[in-house]
T-cell receptor
Framework: QKEVEQDPGPLSVPEGAIVSLNCTYS??????FMWYRQYSRKGPELLMYTYSSGNKEDGRFTAQVDKSSKYISLFIRDSQPSDSATYLC??????????????FGTGTQLKVEL | DSGVTQTPKHLITATGQRVTLRCSPR?????VYWYQQSLDQGLQFLIQ???????AKGNILERFSAQQFPDLHSELNLSSLELGDSALYFCASSGGGQGLDTQYFGPGTRLTVL
């Protein structure tokens, strides 16, 4: 079982729709939770991060974490064609010796259509 | 633009060869991370360096090695290359090595092994 599970999609929605992207994780040692956006053949771009259960909002994006159920969500309001990309959830934990390890889900491919 | 730079953008080589990928972190960042992204494995953590010292290891093959230099740039060396090593290689950087910190990714190097 992978430590971070994510539905690969693809997910296709009309412009203006609310998009819900979800991940689950299994390792209780994860402390930070991130969402990255990756356009085709580009580097992942950090969208949002949070370390506690609850919601965090930034413009059209809302990240939600439920540590009791080990569930991570990203909501995109008023989706735009420019939001078409692969969205990667990731969980970060500190390792023995002080290093960090970021574990990624497989990514969900999103297409927002006109 | 994350501020992380990687060279070269593309690399085509043959099996059995050795290549070196280069990364310059964001100004002021002390930690450098290397990741491999392939279609079947997704984005996998390879190794972390902090201020010149190895801090954490992930799924890095023995044929691969990395180092971080006094000016904080890092190199990933891949030797005895196999077809399966064809992938995108990303470098990321963050401010510190102790504790948790968000990582910012470079544009990647696309390696093709023929």
């Amino acid at each position: 079982q992978k430590e971070v599970e994510q539905d690969p999609g693809p997910l296709s929605v009309p412009e203006g729709a609310i998009v819900s992207l979800n991940c689950t994780y299994s390792n209780s040692a994860f402390q930070y939770f991130m969402w990255y956006r990756q356009y085709s053949r580009k580097g992942p771009e950090l969208l949002m991060y949070t370390y506690s259960s609850g919601n965090k909002e930034d413009g059209r994006f809302t990240a939600q974490v439920d540590k009791s159920s080990k569930y991570i969500s990203l909501f995109i309001r008023d989706s735009q064609p420019s939001d078409s990309a692969t969205y990667l959830c990731a969980s970060l934990r500190e390792l023995t010796g002080g290093g960090n390890k970021l574990t990624f889900g497989t990514g969900t491919q999103l297409k927002v259509e006109l | 633009d994350s501020g992380v730079t990687q060279t070269p953008k593309h690399l085509i080589t043959a099996t059995g060869q050795r290549v070196t990928l280069r990364c310059s972190p964001r100004s002021g960042d002390l930690s450098v991370y290397w990741y491999q992204q392939s279609l079947d494995q997704g984005l996998q953590f390879l190794i972390q360096y902090y201020n010149g010292e190895e801090r954490a290891k992930g799924n890095i093959l023995e044929r691969f090695s990395a180092q971080q230099f006094p000016d904080l740039h890092s190199e990933l060396n891949l030797s005895s290359l196999e077809l399966g090593d064809s992938a995108l290689y990303f470098c990321a950087s963050s401010g510190g090595g102790q504790g948790l910190d968000t990582q910012y990714f470079g544009p990647g190097t696309r390696l093709t092994v023929l």
